[in-house]
């Protein structure tokens, strides 16, 4: 079956410094990756994607990384900030007609003042 | 104006008893979906609708029974509410299947 795993479940970084959040997926016929941010009481909010034809796309301040040789990505967050403590999620999703986001466990950044 | 909203907010009920939990969208996105998150923060995919049309349903029990009236709203009557029945319930919407989802800001279903 298709999953979709963090490895670790907290990370608690120093406000200022980098923060790297790891997925691994299992399903090789994913064609398209996304992060959520899910801040207390809210919904999940998108961040940023990428497709499987890139190894590489950056945002404002973030940066998500996908290799599908091992079938992992990761996403990268510079110059963590406390407003980035929340819940991460990464996302795959297969082309299809009947495509859906599956999730994975999800993991809580904590910043550290 | 809130892109994907959803009521109640909060909803606290006994077992046994029917309930239901509305969602509209106003982004114009022709699919539909509702998703379940339990206590762990596992977000799991319950139904998905491509206007107005059931796509996707992932062995949910028949006490779930999703509406959509058109294909801004997508509602989500609960029979006979069980315990585990408790969580929090995510409607989102996207352009087309499987990209570009837009997250209402949750339901949290409490039944005692």
């Known amino acids: 079956g298709e999953s979709v795993g963090l490895h670790l479940p907290t990370l608690s970084v120093q406000e200022g410094d980098n923060s790297i959040i790891n997925c691994a997926y299992s399903n090789s016929a994913s064609d398209y990756f996304i992060w959520y941010k899910q801040e207390s009481g809210k919904g999940p909010q998108f961040i940023i994607d990428i497709r499987s034809n890139m190894d590489k796309r950056q945002g404002q301040r973030v940066t998500v990384l996908l290799n599908k040789t091992v079938k992992h990505l990761s996403l990268q967050i510079a110059a963590t900030q406390p407003g980035d403590s929340a819940v991460y999620f990464c996302?795959?999703?297969?082309?299809?007609?009947?495509?859906?986001?599956?999730f994975g466990k999800g993991i809580t950044l904590s910043v550290r003042p | 104006d809130t892109a994907v909203s959803q009521t109640p907010k909060y909803l606290v009920t006994q077992m046994g008893n029917d309930k239901s939990i509305k969602c509209e969208q106003n982004l114009g996105h022709d699919t539909m979906y509702w998703y379940k998150q339990d206590s762990k923060k596992f977000l799991k995919i319950m139904f998905s609708y491509n206007n107005k049309e059931l796509i996707i349903n992932e062995t949910v029990p028949n006490r779930f029974s999703p509406k959509s009236p058109d294909k801004a709203h997508l509602n989500l009557h609960i029979n006979s509410l069980e315990l585990g029945d408790s969580a929090v319930y995510f409607c989102?919407?996207?352009?087309?299947?499987?990209?570009?989802?837009?997250f209402g800001s949750g339901t949290r279903l409490t039944v005692v």
């Open positions: 996302a795959e999703n297969r082309a299809g007609a009947n495509s859906k986001l599956t």
């Open positions: 989102a919407s996207s352009p087309r299947t499987g990209a570009g989802y837009t």
